[in-house]
């Protein structure tokens, strides 16, 4: 993970120069959104495989381009936010893991 927002960093400094600190949060906030309705979308094409829609391939390398978007997205949340997506998604596992075995909620640093 660390590699990949290393190198989120340099694309955002070489290509989008002051993208982060002249966009306002709801933006990346909607930007993520519309990414996850992308996905949605060639998910449902997958689904109900009509002729007009694109193969099975090809949607499934759409929906493969979707979530690599999504996943750009949250490096560079955890970035403005300064939390290691890595660690926090393990740690949730484990809370996930937790809520099955004993049908309970919790919450990250409970």
Known sequence: MKELLKR????????????RE???LSYWGLAIGGEVGELQNYIKKYIRNHPKDESKE???LRIAEESADILIYLLILS???DFDLRETTYQKQEINIY????????C???
Request: net charge positive.
């Open 8 to 19: 989120q960093r340099e694309i955002d400094e070489t290509y989008f120069k002051g993208i």
């Open 22 to 24: 002249n966009t306002s």
């Open 58 to 60: 090809k949607l499934r």
């Open 79 to 81: 970035d403005i936010f």
């Open 99 to 106: 809520r099955m075995k004993n049908k309970e909620h919790k």
């Open 108 to 110: 990250l640093g409970e």
